[in-house]
């Protein structure tokens, strides 16, 4: 099982760096589109 499960999914710190890129990269997501937001209202503004 356990050899099943580590060939079929990542290492287990290939997986913490891959979380951790998707957090940072969703925050710089979320911050992004709160610009454009921010950018967009200030214009017709």
């Known amino acids: 099982?356990?050899?099943r499960i580590s060939a079929g999914?990542?290492?287990?710190p290939v997986s913490r760096?891959?979380?951790?890129?998707?957090s940072v990269q969703s925050?710089?997501?979320?911050a992004w589109l709160v610009y454009v937001t921010a950018a967009?209202?200030?214009?017709?503004m």
Do not use: D, E, N, Y
């Open 1 to 3: 099982m356990k050899r």
């Open 27 to 30: 925050v710089q997501v979320a």
């Open 40 to 44: 967009s209202v200030s214009a017709l």
């Open 9 to 12: 999914v990542f290492p287990s």
């Open 17 to 22: 760096i891959t979380s951790r890129v998707m």
